[in-house]
């Protein structure tokens, strides 16, 4: 296999629809899998009409098991070659933390974490033995400050950075680059009926587009002595990352109280 390859998880819909068509664009052959069948057959259906080569799978990220398989499946269309992996699969409940059931909180801890784990520990065996291979992880700004009426996203996010920051520093000796993309509030699906404070007060300017080049950007970025880990999607993003970065502790704190009208 000469062409590049790119796997995406969530690639049905929103941002993970949107890196799709980008790499296919640039010529990738594009794994997309997600648990929504007809939103991939519609994505398999609009890359092989604009020139590309699409394979797509159901994979729910959360089953270890149905990652291998999937991986394997792609391996074989790809021969063995994995040039970026990206873990986009998420899923979102917002609201106060005591009127959200359970189940919504745990859904979030499984797919937003543990189904990133799955991807790396599955993904690893293509990563490595593909020279210049790139692990893209969908971190989020709500890892910047634990977020109210976000508590559990944005702590499953803080989870992704750790994750990311380990892997980079690990997997240096792989030849693997790993690094993380932190979006504001995108217009998708996933922000469709979000009515929290920090909306009202930050508004939602960022489309699946706007991420998708910046993960196409960071993922052809040449690498550099110290190599880049996160990266920001957009001025507020931006912002806000070197705010907290300089600001002490009580200031980052009353910030958020106040973006968050608690
Ligand atoms: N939308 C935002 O404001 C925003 C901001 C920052 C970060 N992000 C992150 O970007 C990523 C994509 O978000 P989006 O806005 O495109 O969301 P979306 O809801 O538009 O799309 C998510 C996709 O993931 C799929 N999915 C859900 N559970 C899955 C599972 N168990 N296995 C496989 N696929 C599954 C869905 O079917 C859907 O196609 C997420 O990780 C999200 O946390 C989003």
Not at 120 to 143: D, I, K, M, R
Not at 188 to 214: C, K, N, P, Q, Y
Not at 221 to 230: F, I, M, N, T
């Amino acid at each position: 296999m000469t062409k590049r390859t790119v796997v995406i998880t969530g690639a049905a819909a929103g941002i993970g629809r949107a890196t799709a068509l980008r790499f296919a664009r640039d010529g990738y052959v594009v794994g997309g899998f997600d648990i929504d069948a007809t939103g991939l057959a519609v994505l398999a259906d609009e890359i092989r009409a604009n020139g590309g080569q699409a394979h797509t799978g159901v994979l729910d990220v959360t089953d270890a098991d149905q990652w291998r398989a999937r991986l394997a499946d792609f391996a074989e269309v790809a021969g063995g070659r994995l040039d970026v992996l990206v873990n986009n699969a998420g899923v979102l409940s917002s609201g106060p933390f005591e009127q959200t059931p359970i189940g919504a909180h745990r859904a979030m801890v499984d797919v937003n974490v543990a189904g990133v784990v799955n991807g790396c520990a599955a993904g690893f065996e293509y990563l490595a033995p593909t020279p210049g291979s790139v692990l893209v992880n969908l971190c989020s700004a709500s890892a910047i400050y634990g977020q109210p009426e976000l508590a559990t996203y944005g702590a499953t996010k803080f989870a992704i950075r750790g994750l990311t920051e380990a892997l980079e520093l690990e997997w240096r000796r792989h030849d693997i680059r790993v690094l993380a993309i932190w979006p504001l509030f995108v217009r998708t699906a996933m922000t469709d009926d979000m009515d929290t404070g920090s909306v009202g007060s930050l508004g939602i300017r960022l489309t699946a587009d706007d991420v998708a080049e910046t993960i196409a950007r960071a993922v052809t970025r040449r690498p550099r002595l110290l190599p880049k880990v996160h990266y920001p999607v957009g001025r507020q993003t931006r912002a806000m990352m070197l705010g907290s970065r300089f600001s002490p502790g009580w200031l980052a704190r009353e910030i958020n109280r106040r973006i968050s009208h608690t």
